[in-house]
């Protein structure tokens, strides 16, 4: 037995920087804006786009503020006119009211993550570079849109039943595709066969832990890149066969 992997099953062997990533994702946020007004837009009573879009960027930067401070359930709309500079009655004309808006977010926030975690699962059939390509999509799109999944997080535990529904499913998806390429790769001899749903608990735990933690982080000058190359190192060792 050699104790040293394969090139070709090297979970570093193709290396996408947080830079490329990035780039690649163009502006995250009019992206999203854009699509939540494209999704609700029969519901929502201002239908010029360039206005709904600026709007609600306005919108979600003060929900992410104000919970961050105090919590989405203790956010009054009063705070969130207060913060945006909008007032009730525009507020009230792209939703609702706060349970509808938290939905708008959940929605939006769970198709952000499936479309970025698909689109990198299916670049490769190779089961090592699929969980390279996954986990690292994972940890950039954290960084790219933290906001967002600290949000989820940490609002998880003061949502209504349905609502919280909502996350553990996100949270079973994204385990799932760890679990789904950990299997393939045992399947196929390059992974060692242990206890993958166990396995992919964890890896989300390291992944949580960046967006949770990120000024932990940012002390030690520990980049994404960084923390990314870490983690896959930690699976490598953990997870592949050896020759």
């Known amino acids: 037995m050699n104790d040293d992997h394969d090139h070709e099953h090297d979970l570093k062997a193709e290396n996408v920087s947080w830079i490329e990533f990035e780039r690649s994702m163009g502006n995250l946020e009019e992206t ?25 960027k306005k919108i979600f930067d003060a929900v992410f503020q104000i919970t961050y401070d105090k919590g989405f359930q203790a956010m009054s709309m009063r705070d969130l006119s207060a913060k945006t500079g909008m007032g009730m009655g525009s507020l009230y004309g792209y939703f609702k009211g706060k349970e509808e808006l938290l939905a708008i977010i959940q929605h939006q926030g769970r198709t952000m993550i ?30 790219k849109a933290r906001p967002w999944f600290y949000f989820t997080f940490m609002e998880a535990r003061n949502l209504t039943d349905n609502a919280l529904e909502s996350v553990i499913r996100l949270e079973e998806y994204t385990e799932d595709i760890l679990v789904s390429v950990l299997e393939q790769g045992e399947r196929q001899g390059v992974f060692i066969p242990r206890n993958h749903r166990l396995t992919a608990s964890i890896i989300k735990a390291m992944q949580q832990d960046w967006y949770l933690k990120r000024w932990k982080y940012g002390k030690r000058n520990i980049s994404v890149d960084d923390y990314s190359d870490y983690v896959l190192e930690i699976v490598d060792n953990f997870c592949i066969q050896s020759k």
């Open 32 to 56: 999203i804006c854009k699509e939540v007004f494209e999704v609700n837009q029969d519901s929502i009573r201002i239908k010029k786009e360039k206005t709904a879009v600026k709007n609600f």
């Open 114 to 143: 499936e479309r970025v975690l698909e689109s990198s699962f299916n670049r490769s059939d190779d089961p090592v570079t699929r969980l390279k390509n996954v986990i690292k999509a994972h940890l950039f799109l954290s960084e």
